[in-house]
Structures are given as structure tokens and as C-alpha cells.
């Protein structure tokens, strides 16, 4: 390994004339997007995913303030060309804001006046979506020297030419494009271009990657889990006793399905210490039964890691969620701060995951400095005040129970990957939050097929069924909130309470204001101290990305993706809607001060009649089919059968009063090119047949349930 970066050492010093080589054997850029912009940011621009390198997305823009938020206008909009869910956030340098949307592409608009410069289609095959747990998705791009940084979906890592848009030079950045996507926005610094992978719900082994910004080269990695024993531990280099310490946490053979922990989101590089903390995924499969992983802690899933930036090596991990079996990924963006923690100044990490807990670690050597819940949580009985180790409640191990745990929060979680953002004002930490519920099932005699979710739970058994009070009773509990955290304190200064869950990501400004958009279409804008609304404006559809700002000439403006999609919507079924019924609408909006601009009118919105065909099946038939459709078909097509706004709802399907045509669609891949591929791997003519009746059935269920008997 020495050898190996002395080596790019020197190959960088002879091609980079007087720059200087860091630590890695890189040497980062001196013009265009540099480390120094982006540690500085001034405010007038926007340059990478968080806003700086401590990722609070705190903007010190006040020129739109407390007193004139609600002079704010529409300046221009873009139309976007995919129908998806839109999480990036965008940039800004130079004037020109770049952005994703779904299926990795890359656009570049004039930030003043709209006008498009430049567009980039990675040209995702469709037929990626099977291994997408969460949506077409894409969170952004990175900035950095001159070139435009994205990862696809497929698992390609791509630079573009800032100016031209053009393929500078595309790397496959994953282990293989059975098991992994990229849905996460790179981040950059000292040289190197830093991504991971998902995965996790699948067979991935996860990782953090580090690139060289000019070739690609790969210049380290970071594995997750650990590998099999019997091959030892050398070839991890510097990290193989932090891989050899991770593996005594593991039973079974857990390596032959990767294992999980995929950093999906939340990579940071922190400075003031030169390590990369990032957040990783769930360990693999959920059910540790499944495939005898025991009880371990199986590190260093659900935890935060910290490397050093310019080897990789580990230096400290705290894990939030040991034993993970409920998918509390620990992905939700890490933020970086210098806080007054019992009287003395800490430099610390703050962190509010899927789990319901908000931790402050110290971000230097990963110590616990405190933990309290900031959203109702039932899987631990409390976190020792001395360690933050969770003492999980003996029922959430439900595949030793053998019985249904009904868990708060859910693999939606309390916080997922929508930013939360800090205002230095006020101190308070503003966290797009969750209530989902949602009930987990071990499946008996599970058996890993070679598509699919690969999680060990019995996902048909835990469909919500077709009875009024039990539907209204899940929709009353499902609800969302933007809390208003003191960190210091560990406790709510203040909330708003929405009807639905999965609503947008957070902006902080110096203009005493927070910026989120909701899950059910609006644009809103609240005092930062009180919570307080001041303005809002109707986005037309869901908004789950978050807002950025930049200012140009004068001018500040605020600029937001919107467009329903993602996890929630795919997999929530009946309670998707929530929050009001749902379309998506793909735009980019951006906003000024004394602005007048107009949205097209909004569409009608298609009503669908319930119309099966009348149900023919056998019991049997049904049982297989609830299994496989929840195993292979809900990820997409929606809880019990009852889709969400982005895809087809299939009790509405031509397909269910033809088993050929059925069996054309999953078995054969007729719709393929849709996304829709062949199950062959996993399934039979008589398994397709099993779903059909299954869907047929839940149909009728639920034209009765409409009718009222």
C-alpha cells in the first residue's frame, strides 16, 4: 500500500507542474470550484451538497428576511423531463446552478435567468429500477476544479466539463451492477471525489470510495463489513485489524451476501480534524435468523465512521444502532459544529438517523457526549447516558419473539435522507421528522433467490388488510413534523405538525428564516425562532428535496427541486396519500424578492374506478401469492397492493384477467424497457398465476370496501 500511493505520488507531482501533492498522493485543484472556496463559502454561492464542509446548510444570505419573505415571487422555473421522485439539492458557482434529477441527469441553467446551458442523459437503463430499493433518485452533484461530478444510478461515477457538459471521464464505482446503485451526491475535497454505493436491502458489501478528481483513479477504500475469515484480513491494508475486530462482531456466514452497511448519503469531510466521517447503512438481511448473522453487533453497519482523508484508514466508529434488524440506517446527513457542551467548547459531530435518537459526538475521537429521542421511538428501552449503547426492548428482536413487533419508528424512519439544516442565530437544528409505523414479520425457512429484496422478513403477513377501522387507525398514526432542536439543551424548542410524513428538507438563513417544502405541495417559509409561518407558495406537487440559496448582482434568490416520488410513496400503500392526494410534477422553482412569475395550470387529476375481475382463485393460491407479491411486487407496487402516485396501480392492471399476459409481463420481461424486467430468476409460470389471484383478490377487497359492505 506504501509502495502503491508513493507511486501516484510521484505520478502526480510530474503531471500537475508546481502543485503540490497532499497527504493521499493527490493534488487537488488550484483553479475553478478548490478546497478553500468551499471551506469559506461566502454565502453568494452554493458548492457543495450541505453548503461548506460542515454541512449545516446555513446560509449567511439575509438580504430576504423576517420583514420581506412574503414579497418572495416565482422568477423562473424548469420543466423537468422525468417523472419521478427529485431529491438533489442544487449548486451554484460562477452564476450557473447545477442539479440532478431522477435517473442521474445533469443540468446546467443560467442561476439569473433560467436559460438552459447545458444538459448531460447518463442514459440509465430502466431495468436498473429492480435494484433500487427507493425511486429513480438522484441527490445531486459535486462541484470541484473544473468539472461537474455525478453518480448514476447504474453505478457509474462521471465528470463533466463545467462549461460544456462533456464526459471528462466515467468510472464504474461499484462491484457490480447486479446489487448496487448510486443515489447519493459525491462531496470533494483534498483531491479526491468521495461516493459510495446503496444496496444494502440486496447483496452489497458496502463501502466508501475515495477518486482522484482529475483521472478517477481510485486512490482508497473503505470496506464496511467485513469479508470471510478463512481469507484473512491482508488485503484491506491499513484497515485489516479494524476489519479482523469488525468480524468478531458477526456469526454465520454473512459475507456471502455482502453483508450491507451501504454509505448511500451523509459523507463529510471535516478539516479541522482531515478525517471523513460518514453514515452507514443497515446490516444484511434485517432478519439476523435469515442467515444466522447472531446477535452481534455486526459493525460497522448503523454506525458513523471516521477515516482519515487521505489513506482511508479507520480512526473511530460509534454505532447508533447495534443489532440492526429494522433498517435504522445511520444515512441521514451528518453536520459538523463547535458547540459549548457542559461548559467547555467541543468540536462535534450531530446526527439525527432513522432510529428516532439525536446524538452529539465528538468529532475527533467519535466520543458520546449526549443522546436523547427526538421523535417516539419503541426499540430500546433508553440509551446509556455514559456510552449512547442502546438497550433494545426484548420484543423488537421479533425473530426470537416469533411474534409481529410493531416498531416506531420504521424503516421509513424517525429522519431519513432529507437534510436538516442549523441556524448559527438561533442554535437550533431544524429536522424534517417521521411517525411510521410499521409491523416486522420473520420469515420461516427464508432462502436468498437471485433477485429481489433479500431482507428474511414475511412482508405479505404484515400487509395492511381491507378493513375500514384498521386502515383508519394506521392513517391517524402516520403523520410528519418539523422539530426544532436544541442540541445543547437535547430537547424541542418548538414543532409543526403536518398531516403526512416524508416532507422536504431543511434551509437556514441569516435572515432569520427556515425554508421546507412539504409532502403536500407547499413551499413555505418560518420564522427560525418561533416556527411561525410567513409565506408559502403552491409547488403543485409533493416536495421532498431540500432548498438552497445564492445571490447574484444584488439579488438573493432561493431556488428548490420539487417532485413527488421515493420510498414513502412506492411502499406505503394505503396511507401514501396521506398527505393529500398526490402527483408528480418535476420542476426546478426558483425564487426572488418582488417576482411575479406563474405556473401553468395544474392538470386534472385522473379518477380510477375499481373494476376487477371477480376473483377465482384458491386459498392456497392467495397465500403463496400474498408472499411472493410481498417479497418481489410491494417495493414498488405499494403495500397491499395499493400503489402510491409514481407507478402503475396493479388492482387497475389489463394483466389480471390474462395469466399469459401476466406471465409475458413477469416471467417473460414484456415491459422490460419500462423498468418492469423478468422474475425468472426467482419465479415460475404458477408463481405469476399465485400473484395474479393474490392482486385479483385484494381488488375486489378493496371495491368493496369503497362500496361500503
Not at 446489487?179 to 471525489?193: N, V
Not at 442554535?427 to 420473520?442: D, E, H, R, S
Not at 399465485?690 to 362500496?707: F, G, M, P, T
Amino acid at each position: 500500500m506504501a509502495v502503491w500511493i508513493a507511486a501516484l505520488a510521484l505520478g502526480a507531482c510530474s503531471l500537475s507542474g508546481d502543485r503540490e501533492a497532499d497527504g493521499s498522493g493527490v493534488s487537488p485543484p488550484t483553479e475553478g470550484v478548490t478546497d478553500a472556496m468551499i471551506a469559506a463559502a461566502d454565502g453568494g454561492e452554493w458548492l457543495t451538497y450541505g453548503r461548506d464542509y460542515s454541512e449545516q446548510r446555513f446560509s449567511p444570505l439575509d438580504l430576504v428576511d423576517t420583514g420581506n419573505v412574503g414579497q418572495l415571487g416565482l422568477a423562473w422555473f424548469a420543466d423537468l423531463d422525468t417523472a419521478r421522485g427529485q431529491e438533489a439539492t442544487p449548486l451554484m458557482h460562477d452564476g450557473v446552478l447545477y442539479f440532478t434529477s431522477a435517473w442521474s441527469k445533469v443540468y446546467a441553467h443560467d442561476a439569473a435567468t433560467g436559460k438552459q446551458l447545458w444538459a448531460y442523459d447518463p442514459k440509465v437503463p430502466r431495468e436498473t429500477l429492480v435494484r433500487a430499493c427507493c425511486d429513480a433518485v438522484n441527490r445531486g452533484v459535486a462541484l470541484y476544479g473544473d468539472k461537474v461530478y455525478v453518480g448514476t444510478l447504474d453505478g457509474r461515477l462521471v465528470a463533466l466539463d463545467a462549461k460544456t457538459g462533456k464526459v471528462a471521464w466515467s468510472k464504474l464505482a461499484v462491484p457490480d451492477q447486479e446489487s448496487y446503485t448510486i443515489t447519493g451526491a459525491p462531496r470533494a475535497a483534498k483531491g479526491l471525489i468521495l461516493i459510495g454505493s446503496g444496496g444494502a436491502e440486496y447483496k452489497a458489501r458496502g463501502y466508501l470510495s475515495a477518486y482522484d478528481w482529475a483521472t478517477g483513479d481510485e486512490v482508497w477504500r473503505f470496506n464496511v463489513v467485513p469479508g470471510n475469515p478463512k481469507d484473512g484480513f491482508e488485503a484491506e491494508g491499513v484497515n485489516a485489524k479494524a476489519m479482523e475486530d469488525a468480524a468478531g462482531t458477526w456469526a454465520g456466514e454473512w459475507w456471502t451476501l455482502g453483508g450491507g452497511g451501504t454509505v448511500w448519503d451523509s459523507i463529510v469531510y471535516d478539516p479541522k480534524t482531515d478525517l471523513v466521517l460518514f453514515g452507514t447503512g443497515n446490516a444484511e438481511p434485517w432478519n439476523p435468523a435469515a442467515l444466522d448473522r447472531g446477535t452481534g453487533d455486526a459493525l460497522y453497519t448503523g454506525s458513523i465512521v471516521a477515516v482519515d482523508a487521505n489513506t482511508g484508514a479507520y480512526r473511530w466508529h460509534f454505532q447508533e444502532t447495534p443489532e440492526d434488524r429494522w433498517d435504522f440506517d445511520s444515512n441521514a446527513p451528518i453536520m459538523l459544529a463547535d458547540l459549548e457542551i457542559d461548559g467547555k467548547l467541543r468540536h462535534v459531530a450531530l446526527h439525527a438517523p432513522k432510529n428516532g435518537y439525536f446524538y452529539i459526538l465528538d468529532a475527533e475521537t467519535g466520543q458520546f457526549l449526549g443522546g436523547k429521542p427526538f421523535a417516539m421511538q419503541n426499540w430500546t428501552t433508553g440509551i446509556d447516558p455514559r456510552t449512547g449503547k442502546a438497550a433494545i426492548s426484548p420484543e423488537a428482536r421479533y425473530e426470537q419473539t416469533g411474534k409481529p413487533f410493531i416498531s416506531l419508528p420504521s424503516s421509513m424512519g424517525a429522519h431519513s435522507w432529507h437534510p436538516m439544516s442549523r441556524s448559527d442565530a438561533t442554535g437550533l437544528v431544524y429536522i424534517p421528522t417521521n411517525q411510521v409505523g410499521a409491523a416486522y414479520v420473520a420469515q420461516k425457512d427464508w432462502k436468498e433467490t437471485g433477485i429481489g429484496y433479500q431482507i428474511g422478513l414475511d412482508i405479505g403477513a404484515s400487509a395492511l388488510p381491507a378493513d375500514k377501522a384498521v386502515r383508519a387507525q394506521a392513517r391517524a398514526a402516520t403523520t410528519g413534523a418539523l422539530v426544532a432542536w436544541d442540541p445543547v439543551k437535547q430537547a424541542e424548542a418548538w414543532r409543526v405538525d403536518y398531516p403526512g410524513p416524508w416532507n422536504g428538507g431543511t434551509l437556514a438563513t441569516a435572515g432569520g428564516l427556515v425554508f421546507q417544502g412539504t409532502a403536500g405541495g407547499q413551499f413555505i417559509a418560518y420564522e427560525a425562532k418561533s416556527g411561525g409561518k410567513l409565506w408559502s407558495f403552491p409547488t403543485q406537487t409533493g416536495v421532498i428535496a431540500a432548498p438552497m440559496t445564492y445571490s447574484i448582482a444584488g439579488e438573493q434568490y432561493v431556488a428548490i427541486l420539487v417532485g413527488w416520488g421515493g420510498a414513502f410513496d412506492l411502499v406505503a400503500g394505503a396511507v401514501a396519500d396521506k398527505s393529500g392526494p398526490m402527483r408528480n410534477i418535476s420542476r426546478l422553482l426558483v425564487f426572488k424578492l418582488g417576482a411575479t412569475g406563474k405556473l401553468p395550470a395544474v392538470p386534472p387529476m385522473a379518477e380510477q374506478v375499481l373494476d376487477p375481475p371477480p376473483f377465482t382463485g384458491k386459498p392456497a393460491q392467495v397465500a403463496r401469492g400474498a408472499d411472493l407479491y410481498g417479497r418481489y411486487c410491494m417495493v414498488c407496487h405499494g403495500d397491499a397492493v395499493v400503489a402510491g402516485a409514481l407507478v402503475p396501480d396493479l388492482r387497475h392492471s389489463g394483466a389480471l384477467g390474462s395469466p399469459e399476459t401476466m406471465k409475458a409481463i413477469v416471467i417473460d420481461g414484456a415491459l422490460s424497457h419500462n423498468g418492469m424486467v423478468s422474475f425468472a430468476k426467482a419465479l415460475r409460470p404458477a408463481d405469476a398465476e399465485a400473484i395474479r389471484h393474490y392482486v385479483i383478490k385484494r381488488a375486489n377487497e378493496d371495491k368493496a370496501l369503497e362500496k361500503g359492505r
